[in-house]
Protein backbone atom coordinates (compact mmCIF):
# COMPACT_ATOMS: atom_id res chain seq x y z
CA UNK A 1 0.00 0.00 0.00
CA UNK A 2 2.71 2.59 1.21
CA UNK A 3 4.64 1.87 -2.57
CA UNK A 4 1.00 2.66 -4.04
CA UNK A 5 0.69 5.60 -2.08
CA UNK A 6 4.31 6.60 -2.47
CA UNK A 7 5.00 6.04 -6.19
CA UNK A 8 1.79 6.51 -8.06
CA UNK A 9 1.83 10.23 -8.87
CA UNK A 10 5.62 10.99 -9.89
CA UNK A 11 6.87 11.54 -13.79
CA UNK A 12 9.17 12.69 -15.98
CA UNK A 13 10.47 16.52 -15.44
CA UNK A 14 12.32 17.76 -17.83
CA UNK A 15 15.70 19.45 -16.13
CA UNK A 16 15.13 22.07 -18.57
CA UNK A 17 11.57 23.55 -16.57
CA UNK A 18 14.11 23.65 -13.15
CA UNK A 19 14.40 27.03 -12.29
CA UNK A 20 17.90 28.31 -10.97
CA UNK A 21 16.30 28.84 -7.37
CA UNK A 22 16.33 24.80 -6.90
CA UNK A 23 19.90 24.96 -7.01
CA UNK A 24 19.47 26.90 -3.97
CA UNK A 25 17.84 23.99 -2.26
CA UNK A 26 20.24 21.47 -3.32
CA UNK A 27 22.55 21.57 0.00
CA UNK A 28 19.65 21.24 2.65
CA UNK A 29 18.41 18.27 0.83
CA UNK A 30 21.40 16.53 0.16
CA UNK A 31 20.68 15.72 -3.48
CA UNK A 32 23.34 14.87 -6.38
CA UNK A 33 25.51 17.32 -6.47
CA UNK A 34 27.03 16.80 -2.95
CA UNK A 35 27.30 13.10 -3.03
CA UNK A 36 30.69 10.72 -4.02
CA UNK A 37 30.65 8.00 -6.30
CA UNK A 38 29.33 4.43 -4.98
CA UNK A 39 27.81 1.74 -6.27
CA UNK A 40 25.26 1.94 -3.95
CA UNK A 41 24.48 5.21 -2.78
CA UNK A 42 21.48 4.63 -0.66
CA UNK A 43 23.11 2.16 1.70
CA UNK A 44 25.86 4.72 2.09
CA UNK A 45 23.43 7.16 2.95
CA UNK A 46 22.11 5.37 5.40
CA UNK A 47 25.10 4.33 6.94
CA UNK A 48 26.78 7.47 7.27
CA UNK A 49 24.60 10.50 7.21
CA UNK A 50 21.47 8.22 8.10
CA UNK A 51 23.27 7.52 11.44
CA UNK A 52 22.77 3.37 10.84
CA UNK A 53 25.50 1.29 12.16
CA UNK A 54 23.39 -1.62 10.31
CA UNK A 55 20.74 -2.49 7.80
CA UNK A 56 19.13 -5.63 9.26
CA UNK A 57 16.35 -5.86 6.50
CA UNK A 58 15.24 -4.13 3.46
CA UNK A 59 11.83 -5.30 2.04
CA UNK A 60 10.30 -4.82 -1.00
CA UNK A 61 6.83 -2.13 -1.15
CA UNK A 62 4.76 -3.22 -3.78
CA UNK A 63 2.13 -0.79 -5.29
CA UNK A 64 3.93 1.99 -7.56
CA UNK A 65 3.69 1.61 -11.07
CA UNK A 66 6.78 4.36 -11.94
CA UNK A 67 9.21 3.87 -9.13
CA UNK A 68 10.40 1.11 -7.33
CA UNK A 69 9.20 1.12 -3.64
CA UNK A 70 11.66 -0.38 -0.46
CA UNK A 71 11.32 0.21 3.12
CA UNK A 72 15.02 -0.06 4.99
CA UNK A 73 14.71 -1.50 8.78
CA UNK A 74 18.19 -0.69 10.65
CA UNK A 75 19.22 -0.23 13.96
CA UNK A 76 18.69 3.64 13.72
CA UNK A 77 15.13 3.19 12.67
CA UNK A 78 13.04 2.57 8.91
CA UNK A 79 13.38 4.71 6.06
CA UNK A 80 11.21 4.70 2.51
CA UNK A 81 13.23 4.67 -0.46
CA UNK A 82 11.95 4.87 -3.93
CA UNK A 83 14.56 4.22 -7.21
CA UNK A 84 13.69 4.94 -10.49
CA UNK A 85 16.02 3.38 -13.26
CA UNK A 86 15.72 5.49 -16.12
CA UNK A 87 14.28 9.01 -14.74
CA UNK A 88 16.88 11.55 -13.48
CA UNK A 89 16.99 13.25 -9.76
CA UNK A 90 14.84 16.09 -10.88
CA UNK A 91 12.14 14.02 -10.30
CA UNK A 92 12.48 13.40 -6.88
CA UNK A 93 14.30 16.40 -6.57
CA UNK A 94 10.70 18.56 -7.11
CA UNK A 95 9.18 15.48 -4.59
CA UNK A 96 11.67 16.27 -2.31
CA UNK A 97 11.19 20.23 -2.24
CA UNK A 98 7.45 19.84 -2.24
CA UNK A 99 7.52 17.83 1.51
CA UNK A 100 9.76 19.79 2.77
CA UNK A 101 7.77 22.60 2.07
CA UNK A 102 4.81 21.20 3.84
CA UNK A 103 6.96 19.56 6.37
CA UNK A 104 8.23 23.16 7.56
CA UNK A 105 5.02 24.35 8.01
CA UNK A 106 4.80 22.27 11.89
CA UNK A 107 1.30 21.01 10.84
CA UNK A 108 -0.28 18.12 9.41
CA UNK A 109 2.32 14.96 9.45
CA UNK A 110 4.34 14.05 6.14
CA UNK A 111 7.27 12.09 5.71
CA UNK A 112 10.61 13.74 5.82
CA UNK A 113 12.78 13.91 2.63
CA UNK A 114 16.35 13.45 3.76
CA UNK A 115 18.78 12.18 0.91
CA UNK A 116 18.11 12.71 -3.77
CA UNK A 117 20.46 11.42 -6.14
CA UNK A 118 21.71 9.70 -8.75
CA UNK A 119 22.36 6.05 -9.26
CA UNK A 120 25.71 4.60 -10.95
CA UNK A 121 23.89 2.79 -13.36
CA UNK A 122 21.39 5.95 -14.19
CA UNK A 123 18.49 6.70 -12.99
CA UNK A 124 17.74 8.09 -9.52
CA UNK A 125 16.66 7.61 -5.83
CA UNK A 126 14.81 9.22 -2.85
CA UNK A 127 15.24 8.53 1.15
CA UNK A 128 12.59 9.76 2.79
CA UNK A 129 11.49 9.05 6.68
CA UNK A 130 9.31 5.80 7.42
CA UNK A 131 5.95 6.27 8.30
CA UNK A 132 4.25 3.01 10.08
CA UNK A 133 0.23 3.78 8.75
CA UNK A 134 -2.72 2.97 10.83
CA UNK A 135 -5.44 0.75 10.02
CA UNK A 136 -7.59 3.29 8.54
CA UNK A 137 -7.40 6.99 6.48
CA UNK A 138 -8.03 8.36 9.42
CA UNK A 139 -10.47 11.30 11.19
CA UNK A 140 -11.99 13.46 8.74
CA UNK A 141 -12.21 16.45 11.22
CA UNK A 142 -8.92 15.73 12.08
CA UNK A 143 -8.04 15.88 8.47
CA UNK A 144 -9.98 18.60 7.75
CA UNK A 145 -8.19 20.69 10.45
CA UNK A 146 -4.72 20.41 9.90
CA UNK A 147 -4.96 21.25 6.61
CA UNK A 148 -6.83 24.10 6.85
CA UNK A 149 -3.76 24.77 9.54
CA UNK A 150 -0.63 23.99 6.72
CA UNK A 151 -2.70 26.07 4.42
CA UNK A 152 -2.32 28.98 7.02
CA UNK A 153 0.89 28.87 7.93
CA UNK A 154 1.71 28.07 4.27
CA UNK A 155 2.39 31.56 2.66
CA UNK A 156 4.14 32.76 -0.28
CA UNK A 157 5.62 36.65 -0.50
CA UNK A 158 6.07 35.57 -4.46
CA UNK A 159 2.63 35.36 -5.50
CA UNK A 160 1.25 32.29 -7.14
CA UNK A 161 3.29 29.38 -8.10
CA UNK A 162 6.53 27.15 -6.77
CA UNK A 163 10.46 27.14 -6.76
CA UNK A 164 10.20 24.48 -8.78
CA UNK A 165 8.06 22.69 -11.57
CA UNK A 166 7.25 19.18 -10.63
CA UNK A 167 4.24 16.84 -11.84
CA UNK A 168 0.54 15.83 -11.63
CA UNK A 169 0.35 11.96 -12.50
CA UNK A 170 2.87 11.83 -15.07
CA UNK A 171 2.06 15.09 -16.52
CA UNK A 172 4.71 18.20 -16.29
CA UNK A 173 3.19 20.88 -14.22
CA UNK A 174 4.78 24.61 -14.68
CA UNK A 175 4.70 26.48 -11.30
CA UNK A 176 6.16 30.05 -12.96
CA UNK A 177 5.29 32.71 -10.31
CA UNK A 178 3.08 35.26 -11.23
CA UNK A 179 1.32 37.77 -8.79
CA UNK A 180 -2.38 36.95 -10.47
CA UNK A 181 -4.48 33.70 -9.73
CA UNK A 182 -6.47 34.13 -12.18
CA UNK A 183 -4.07 34.56 -14.92
CA UNK A 184 -2.09 31.76 -13.29
CA UNK A 185 -4.79 29.25 -13.15
CA UNK A 186 -6.15 30.24 -16.59
CA UNK A 187 -2.53 29.77 -18.12
CA UNK A 188 -0.65 27.40 -15.74
CA UNK A 189 -3.45 25.06 -15.34
CA UNK A 190 -6.22 24.46 -17.31
CA UNK A 191 -4.58 26.33 -20.51
CA UNK A 192 -1.49 23.95 -20.25
CA UNK A 193 -3.98 21.12 -20.27
CA UNK A 194 -6.31 22.17 -23.02
CA UNK A 195 -3.15 22.52 -24.93
CA UNK A 196 -2.11 19.15 -24.72
CA UNK A 197 -5.27 17.52 -25.50
CA UNK A 198 -5.55 19.95 -28.48
CA UNK A 199 -1.43 18.49 -29.33
CA UNK A 200 -2.58 14.58 -28.23
CA UNK A 201 -6.21 14.19 -29.73
CA UNK A 202 -6.27 17.57 -31.83
CA UNK A 203 -9.47 18.17 -29.84
CA UNK A 204 -10.30 21.22 -31.17
CA UNK A 205 -13.66 21.57 -30.00
CA UNK A 206 -12.47 20.89 -26.08
CA UNK A 207 -9.90 23.68 -26.67
CA UNK A 208 -11.55 26.39 -28.06
CA UNK A 209 -14.59 26.05 -25.52
CA UNK A 210 -11.83 25.67 -22.91
CA UNK A 211 -10.21 28.99 -23.95
CA UNK A 212 -13.65 30.58 -23.71
CA UNK A 213 -13.87 29.77 -20.25
CA UNK A 214 -10.36 30.76 -19.55
CA UNK A 215 -11.20 34.44 -20.40
CA UNK A 216 -14.29 35.05 -19.44
CA UNK A 217 -14.31 33.10 -15.69
CA UNK A 218 -13.10 36.25 -13.75
CA UNK A 219 -16.44 36.87 -12.08
CA UNK A 220 -16.65 33.79 -10.14
CA UNK A 221 -13.90 35.41 -8.22
CA UNK A 222 -15.51 38.20 -7.01
CA UNK A 223 -15.72 39.87 -3.80
CA UNK A 224 -13.01 36.67 -2.95
CA UNK A 225 -10.00 37.26 -1.02
CA UNK A 226 -6.95 35.26 -2.35
CA UNK A 227 -3.66 34.35 -0.33
CA UNK A 228 -1.10 31.81 -2.27
CA UNK A 229 -1.34 29.14 0.44
CA UNK A 230 0.70 26.21 0.26
CA UNK A 231 -1.13 23.65 -1.72
CA UNK A 232 -0.46 19.84 -1.63
CA UNK A 233 -1.70 19.80 -5.08
CA UNK A 234 -3.02 15.91 -5.92
CA UNK A 235 -4.89 15.42 -3.31
CA UNK A 236 -7.32 12.09 -3.14
CA UNK A 237 -7.66 9.48 -1.44
CA UNK A 238 -4.73 6.92 -2.97
CA UNK A 239 -3.02 10.23 -1.60
CA UNK A 240 -4.27 10.60 2.36
CA UNK A 241 -3.69 7.86 5.30
CA UNK A 242 -3.03 8.08 8.90
CA UNK A 243 -0.26 7.31 11.08
CA UNK A 244 -0.36 4.45 13.85
CA UNK A 245 -1.73 7.22 16.41
CA UNK A 246 -4.73 7.67 13.63
CA UNK A 247 -3.25 11.28 13.16
CA UNK A 248 -3.56 12.18 9.71
CA UNK A 249 -0.81 11.97 7.01
CA UNK A 250 -0.63 13.20 3.38
CA UNK A 251 2.01 12.32 0.87
CA UNK A 252 3.24 12.44 -2.92
CA UNK A 253 2.40 15.78 -3.30
CA UNK A 254 2.42 17.85 -6.52
CA UNK A 255 2.74 20.98 -4.39
CA UNK A 256 2.55 24.84 -5.55
CA UNK A 257 0.99 28.21 -3.96
CA UNK A 258 -2.46 28.62 -4.89
CA UNK A 259 -5.77 29.49 -4.10
CA UNK A 260 -6.99 27.39 -0.96
CA UNK A 261 -10.11 26.17 -2.99
CA UNK A 262 -8.12 24.78 -5.64
CA UNK A 263 -6.86 21.76 -2.78
CA UNK A 264 -10.57 20.60 -3.29
CA UNK A 265 -9.70 19.72 -6.85
CA UNK A 266 -10.02 15.92 -6.95
CA UNK A 267 -12.43 15.88 -4.18
CA UNK A 268 -14.27 13.39 -6.44
CA UNK A 269 -11.62 10.91 -5.44
CA UNK A 270 -10.84 12.02 -2.02
CA UNK A 271 -14.19 10.56 -0.40
CA UNK A 272 -14.14 13.83 1.80
CA UNK A 273 -17.64 14.32 3.86
CA UNK A 274 -18.95 16.95 5.82
CA UNK A 275 -16.91 16.46 9.25
CA UNK A 276 -14.31 17.52 7.06
CA UNK A 277 -15.28 20.91 5.39
CA UNK A 278 -16.45 21.84 8.75
CA UNK A 279 -13.32 21.58 10.23
CA UNK A 280 -11.70 22.80 7.32
CA UNK A 281 -13.85 25.85 7.45
CA UNK A 282 -13.23 26.96 10.94
CA UNK A 283 -9.55 27.35 10.06
CA UNK A 284 -9.85 28.97 6.48
CA UNK A 285 -13.62 30.72 6.35
CA UNK A 286 -15.27 29.30 3.56
CA UNK A 287 -15.63 32.04 0.99
CA UNK A 288 -18.43 33.57 -0.85
CA UNK A 289 -19.26 31.64 -4.03
CA UNK A 290 -17.41 28.35 -3.10
CA UNK A 291 -19.64 25.97 -4.66
CA UNK A 292 -20.10 28.12 -7.56
CA UNK A 293 -16.20 27.45 -8.34
CA UNK A 294 -15.66 24.50 -7.33
CA UNK A 295 -16.68 22.42 -10.73
CA UNK A 296 -13.91 24.57 -11.78
CA UNK A 297 -11.00 23.59 -9.94
CA UNK A 298 -12.51 19.85 -10.64
CA UNK A 299 -11.80 20.40 -14.17
CA UNK A 300 -8.01 20.66 -13.88
CA UNK A 301 -7.86 17.30 -13.15
CA UNK A 302 -10.67 15.97 -14.96
CA UNK A 303 -8.50 17.28 -17.84
CA UNK A 304 -5.09 15.66 -16.87
CA UNK A 305 -7.20 12.21 -16.46
CA UNK A 306 -8.14 12.76 -19.96
CA UNK A 307 -4.91 13.53 -20.95
CA UNK A 308 -3.27 11.00 -19.28
CA UNK A 309 -6.07 8.10 -19.43
CA UNK A 310 -8.19 9.32 -22.75
CA UNK A 311 -11.87 9.79 -23.73
CA UNK A 312 -13.67 8.41 -20.31
CA UNK A 313 -13.03 11.68 -18.88
CA UNK A 314 -13.75 13.88 -22.27
CA UNK A 315 -17.36 13.98 -21.44
CA UNK A 316 -17.00 15.38 -17.62
CA UNK A 317 -14.62 17.97 -18.94
CA UNK A 318 -16.62 19.09 -21.37
CA UNK A 319 -19.64 19.34 -19.30
CA UNK A 320 -18.43 21.58 -16.66
CA UNK A 321 -16.81 23.74 -19.45
CA UNK A 322 -20.04 23.93 -21.56
CA UNK A 323 -21.96 24.64 -17.54
CA UNK A 324 -20.19 27.46 -17.00
CA UNK A 325 -20.04 29.06 -20.42
CA UNK A 326 -24.05 29.04 -19.79
CA UNK A 327 -23.74 30.65 -16.72
CA UNK A 328 -21.14 32.97 -17.79
CA UNK A 329 -22.74 33.57 -21.12
CA UNK A 330 -19.52 33.32 -22.62
Known amino acids: MLGQIMGANVGLISPSLLPPS ?121 LGRKLGEMHKAGKSSKGY ?73 DLWSGNISSDKNGEPVILDPACYYGHSEAEFGMSWCAGFGGSFYNSYFEVIPKQPGFEQRRDLYMLYHYLNHYNLFGSGYRSSSMSIIDDYLAILKA
Open 22 to 142: LSKTKSKLSPMASMSVSQDPVREWILSEGQATKITKISPVGGGCINLASRYDTDAGSFFVKTNRSIGPSMFEAEAIGLEAMYETGTIRVPKPHKVGPLPTGGSFIVMEFIEFGASRGNQSA
Open 161 to 233: GFDVNNTIGSTPQINTWSSDWIQFYGECRLGYQLKLALDQYGDKTIYEKGQRLVKSMGPLFDNVVIEPCLLHG
